[in-house]
């Protein structure tokens, strides 16, 4: 058997016995390994040494448990704390942050189970990250986790070091150095973007077995919050957001840069669609329509580099002054699935079904693309498009969803908010 399938059973046993005491004598044991042997293994496999990951399961399970009614020192005595003061230390200790600040940001979620076979990245250990900040002479830095502002999910994949800094790692070589290419370009042509920084040695990445690590500059200001936009002045919000991000295609045009070419209206057509048709009760006429429909304007509409993630998380603001982070995943494609990108992604943001809030959306989504257009001159076949655009990015994101155990509740917003944007389609067709 694979090692990686027998720490899996360990993982499993883990999560089916947190109220009760486990001894990595125990697991070792169950495992058939030596318990220096298993040490090792276990780390290789997750990330971060056995304990570290017992005691990180049993924090989230008894947040998650206070979320759900438990009083504190219930909660903390049930998870195997002696006394919810212990609990409160190493809580503060493993996330940065006291519960309560924790539960108030709204990032005591269900917590999945862990499946090695589906984890992008390790888990990452505050010593292994000191470690890897020794090769910009940063390791005495104080390090944060990064949430979303909007949605309160922790990125697995950056760290705030100290004020100014941000360290990211990926397994995608390909995405760091398009993150790098891109950013220095757009900086040299003005914009404000999150550069990479070299380590002491030159270099602009560090490899650690297969996963690359790279330090950022950390733009100053604050990520745009979704919330702000159903505020009274949300519309002009929102049209900034359309305006920015076709300011953003307008340098991007002028960079000439490999990337990956995408077709989105394939993916649509041969995966996203047929994965999540059943699941959204589309009928067969809907989806004939909807392909021929998209289909006769697809080869018409002007493509380019584009973010690709242009949510409202990616997006700073200070001082008048804005830029974009995160430019991994950018690729070539139609560019205007980046402007109804962020239209999407601010409802399912703010799902609720609501027939106000989503009349609401509705102008705010329009006022993203007046905005955009302000910037970045529509054709009048991408006029006509924006709709079919605007529901393909969303049967991609549903049909991924359902691919990702630990996406649960995320997947159950996108489903219901895909559903309503398929019955409302004719809403989302702007005025000639």
């Known amino acids: 058997m694979e090692y990686r399938e027998i720490i899996q059973r360990s993982i499993d046993y883990i999560e089916d016995n947190l109220k009760v005491e486990i001894s990595v004598g125990e697991l070792a044991e169950q495992a058939g390994f030596s318990l220096f042997h298993y040490y090792r293994l276990f780390q ?30 219930d909660a903390a005595l049930a998870y195997g704390f002696d006394t919810y ?19 108030k940001s709204g990032r005591a979620k269900r917590p999945y189970r862990w499946k090695l076979a589906k984890e992008e990245t390790r888990m990452i250990s505050r010593k292994k990250i000191a470690e890897i900040l020794k090769h910009w002479n940063l390791e005495n830095e104080t390090v944060f986790d990064i949430y979303y502002e909007n949605t309160g999910e922790k990125n697995d994949r950056a760290f705030y070091i100290g004020d100014a800094y941000v360290l990211k790692r990926t397994a995608n070589l390909d995405e760091l150095l398009n993150h790098n290419a891109l950013s220095k370009s757009l900086k040299r042509a003005g914009l404000c973007t999150a550069v990479p920084v070299a380590a002491v040695d030159g270099r602009e990445y560090i490899r650690d077995g297969d996963v690359y690590f790279y330090l950022t500059t950390r733009l100053p200001g604050r990520q745009m919050a979704v919330g702000e936009l159903y505020a009274e002045d949300g519309g002009i919000k929102a049209q900034l957001i359309g305006e920015m991000i076709g300011k953003l295609h307008l340098a991007l045009n002028e960079i000439d840069l490999c990337v990956n070419d995408v077709n989105i209206y394939d993916t649509v057509k041969s995966w996203a669609l047929p994965k999540a048709k059943e699941a959204l009760g589309l009928s067969d006429a809907f989806c004939r329509t909807y392909l021929n429909d998209f289909g006769a304007l697809y080869d018409k509409l002007p493509r380019q580099i584009i973010h690709r993630d242009p949510n409202p998380g990616n997006m700073i603001c200070a001082d008048g002054k804005w830029g974009f982070i995160d430019f991994e995943l950018s690729e070539r494609n139609v560019r205007i699935c980046d402007p109804c990108y962020a239209a999407t992604a601010i409802l399912s943001e703010s799902f609720a079904e609501n027939a106000g809030k989503l009349e609401k959306w509705l102008e705010l989504y329009k006022n993203i693309i007046r905005g955009y257009d302000s910037a970045a001159r529509l054709t009048a076949e991408e006029s006509k498009a924006i709709p079919y655009i605007l529901l393909a990015n969303q049967l991609i994101c549903t049909a991924w969803f359902t691919e990702q155990e630990k996406y649960a509740e995320l997947y159950e917003t996108n489903r219901k908010m895909t559903q309503w944007l398929a019955e409302h389609f004719d809403a989302l067709c702007l005025e000639a």
Request: glycine letters at 10%.
């Open 85 to 103: 003061a212990g609990f409160y230390k190493a809580f503060r200790r493993e996330f940065g942050c006291t519960p309560s600040h924790f539960l």
């Open 44 to 73: 290789s496999a997750v990330g971060v040494p056995v304990m570290q990951y017992i005691l990180h399961r049993r924090l989230l399970h008894a947040i998650y448990a206070i979320r759900c009614g438990s009083t504190g020192i």
